[in-house]
């Protein structure tokens, strides 16, 4: 079993920064990578970006490119994802997930899953 779980989501105001930390444990041995989903109101569940575990790759969905960067602290056994230039339409529930492919876009590609942790984007 792997457990994950996410901390660091909060309100901020459009253009402003946060960061997003999910807490990995248990079974790291059989992780190949770790991804971000977001689920706003209403809406289906999308992909944010991904991580391999070994940190050597990364994918972002487009509307996130340049703003968002996932990365991963070895030693602590987190993954990040710092996200900048917010905007309103990045509010939702965000998600981490563990999973042993890659690449990994798609909800069905991860056998764990944290709780979620809120950001609210205001205009």
């Known amino acids: 079993q792997v457990q994950l779980v996410e901390s660091g989501g909060g309100s901020v105001q459009a253009g402003g920064s946060l960061s997003l930390s999910c807490a990995v444990s248990?079974?790291?041995?059989?992780?190949?990578?770790v991804g971000w989903f977001r689920q706003a109101p209403g809406k289906e569940r999308e992909f944010v970006a991904a991580?391999?575990?070994?940190?050597?790759?990364?994918d972002y969905v487009d509307s996130v490119k340049g703003r968002f960067t996932s990365s991963r602290d070895n030693a602590k056994n987190t993954v990040s994802l710092q996200m900048s230039s917010l905007k309103p339409e990045d509010t939702a529930n965000y998600y981490c997930?563990?999973?042993?492919?890659?690449?990994?876009?798609?909800?069905?590609?991860?056998?764990?899953w944290g709780q979620g942790t809120q950001v609210t984007v205001t205009s």
């Open positions: 991580i391999t575990w070994s940190g050597r790759a990364t």
């Open positions: 248990g079974r790291t041995f059989s992780i190949y990578a």
């Open positions: 997930a563990a999973g042993s492919k890659w690449p990994a876009r798609t909800a069905n590609k991860y056998d764990y």
